[in-house]
């Protein structure tokens, strides 16, 4: 089988107030707003090689409308469309902004993705235009900016069901595995079309709402960039979820805050590189580690609230089992 896609592209999310949410990638992530077309904002990191990465579109609540991954070559996309129509998934091809021929496709679990090969590769207008010519523009100015975008985390209600059918259809390599300390239950995995210990995280959704996301992911170079983005949130009252710390599975160090429409944005970097092409996964227990690399603290429960919200906002009321729910509540229980 060809090697199908290369990284995530793209993705592209609804909020309930779309200028909201553009003002504070602009001022507090440090994201360039690039285009408005059809009500939507397109947005780019500095270091993002494309037009863009991440598409605010109106909504009546936070959701993803798609995730994007970006093919191997023109004859991959379509042989990936042979594959999700022999999966018996529907294909549906349009021209999309700034990526020419696209398809898009909803899997099994009600997650909308995007492939596509062609794209408009950045051109830095002079002012930001970088010295270094494989840099799309300057370095940006604002305090721990992401250099671009990382991985996407969606929520399933089977995350092994879900990591097999991504693996056998797409292609992506899964890498690891959490099973609960306290019972044979699958609550996070991460997945990847590349040397990254993950482009796509799948976590455990105890709703019966499908399609949801838990959050989505920007890199920065250094860790030392990752605490100034800490202090500069705390600085304007911004509050953060969860971090600075460190996942056990991947190593990268970690921050999460939520922006204005409650959609969860983490900041990554580090983390190990993964060259094995016939890897085998392995299980993670909570108690080793998996989500909180130092087994120091718990992980908060709003951490399980995904996207768009189930039937409300704790975790309860989104029907998380009793069970896993207790799991989580142990300090050394954690995913993300
Ligand atoms: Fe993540």
Redesign the pocket.
């Known amino acids: 089988m060809i090697k199908l896609l290369s990284h995530l592209s793209y993705v592209s999310v609804t909020t309930t107030d779309v200028e909201a949410s553009v003002e504070f990638y602009k001022t507090h992530v440090g994201l360039t707003e690039v285009a408005r077309e059809d009500g939507r904002v397109y947005l780019r990191c500095w270091g993002d090689y494309y037009s863009y990465s991440l598409v605010i579109a109106p909504g009546d609540e936070p959701s993803l409308e798609t995730m994007a991954w970006r093919t191997s070559s023109a004859e991959a996309l379509d042989e990936a469309a042979k594959r999700l129509e022999a999966a018996g998934v529907e294909v549906e091809w349009f021209d999309g902004f700034k990526v020419g021929r696209a398809l898009r496709f909803v899997g099994p679990w009600g997650h909308n993705m995007t492939l596509h090969w062609d794209v408009e590769r950045h051109q830095a207008a002079g002012h930001v235009a970088s010295i270094y010519p494989d840099r799309p523009e300057k370095r940006s100015k604002i305090a721990g900016a992401p250099r671009q975008l990382d991985?996407v985390?969606i929520a399933t209600s089977d995350v092994d069901g879900f990591a097999k059918w991504y693996n056998e259809v797409l292609g992506f390599r899964i890498m690891a595995r959490t099973v609960l300390d306290e019972a044979p239950i699958s609550v996070f995995s991460v997945l990847t079309t590349n040397e990254k210990s993950h482009d796509l995280?799948v976590v455990l959704d105890g709703s019966s709402r499908a399609g949801r996301v838990n959050?989505y992911?920007f890199w920065v170079d250094t860790y030392e960039e990752l605490l100034i983005a800490a202090d500069t949130l705390m600085e304007h009252d911004i509050p953060i979820e969860y971090g600075p710390s460190i996942h056990g599975i991947g190593e990268q160090t970690?921050l999460y805050y939520r922006e204005p429409s409650t959609m969860r944005i983490?900041l990554?970097t580090g983390g190990y590189r993964n060259y094995v092409p016939d890897w085998t996964p392995n299980t993670w227990k909570p108690s080793m580690g998996s989500s909180n690399f130092y087994r120091n603290s718990a992980m908060p429960m709003s951490m399980t609230e995904s996207f768009p919200p189930a039937d409300g906002p704790s975790a309860t009321e989104e029907g998380v089992p009793e069970e896993i729910r207790d799991a989580l509540l142990n300090p050394y229980t954690q995913h993300?």
Request: charged share 10%.
């Open positions: 991985h985390t995280g959050h992911a970690f983490e990554n993300g």
